[in-house]
């Protein structure tokens, strides 16, 4: 299969993979006070070496770890940033799927003092993933996107007392990315992903809603993130792809937010200094490929998601091929590439398919892309 100039690839996938049981068992383990973290640590290591391979073995190009050292695709890295602590309430989130509503609750954080960076977080992780990657790979690393730490408790969230002014809470939220990034960069990693469910969330109404609720300003909020995203990028390693994924929420096969991409896409797909876009699109909450028109032609690739992780079925070869040639009447084939349309496991919990239904999944990224672009 022939790539585009790297990273993002014709077939690519978003990220986090299924955890196998071995590491599940070794996780309560830990918990338990049975095991070391140095032993949890060695399995966790196997794990993912395993998934690299079966990666690979499937036919992808960019290889991750799976977020197998993660409890949340998120809070495990901002819980590292300095500043940042968890405090002792919970959030209550609905998901929503077919059967109806399922609740999350994650513990709520808060940053409490200045934000600052003292080392460069999952570089351990990075440099793992980059010894293991098989030759004609390319190890890619999911991140949290600088949103992410503003836009569950906004304003409230944020000591008044470490950040008066909010305008220097975002230009110290920032410069730690800015500081990760080269850290990263230093380690060798050329293919980073920021994850960023705001910029898909503010598309739905309600979501918008929710921002004016806690003190934001849901109609521009994607604005400020954007300006925010791409001060972090400023000063991007001139050998490093940047793209963003963008879902409506990702757990245990469920969903909080629906709509089409038409309230960011102006601003998103013409304003953000990333390289591409990895595009939630395999049902009907995701909206139609309009938008799509405002991508800048010849510069950004769009990876659609057109494959869900959410539920086992295999998608028909030809419905993908379809949904592909719809696409393309907006962005130019030759910009565009397939995936699946979120991680498999954005939490440890992961969503209701097995390993090799998931497998199946990949597989099925990978054979479209291949009889698509060759």
Partial sequence: MSDIGGPPFRADHVGSLLRPEPLLAARKEREGGWITAETLRGVEDDCVRQTVA????????????????????????????????????????????????????????????????DETIFGADFSYLKSV??????????IPSPSMLHYRGGRAGISEAAYPDMAAFWHDLAEVY??????????????????????A???????RAYVASIGGDGEHQHLTNIRLINQALANKPAGMTVCTHMCRGNFRSSWMAEGGYDHVAEALFGDLAVDGFFLEYDDARSGGFSPLRFVPRGKKKVVLGLVTTKRPALEAKDELKRRIDEAARYVPLEQLCLSPQCGFSSTVDGNALTIEEQKAKLRLVAEVAREVWG
């Fill in 133 to 142: 990657a098989p030759a004609g790979t390319v190890p890619k690393l999911t």
């Fill in 201 to 207: 969330y503010l598309n739905d109404p309600a979501q």
């Fill in 178 to 199: 800015a500081k990760e990034i080269a850290g990263l960069n230093a380690l060798g990693c050329t293919y980073l992903q920021l994850d960023d469910t705001s910029l």
């Fill in 54 to 117: 079966m990666q690979a073995e499937l036919g992808l190009q960019g290889v991750t770890d799976g977020e197998f050292r993660r409890g949340s695709w998120h809070m495990d890295f901002l819980y590292q940033i300095g500043g940042v602590a968890k405090t002792d309430q919970t959030l209550r989130i609905q998901f929503k799927n077919e059967a109806g509503t399922i609740e999350f609750n994650p513990a709520a954080h808060r940053v409490a003092a200045k934000l600052s960076l």
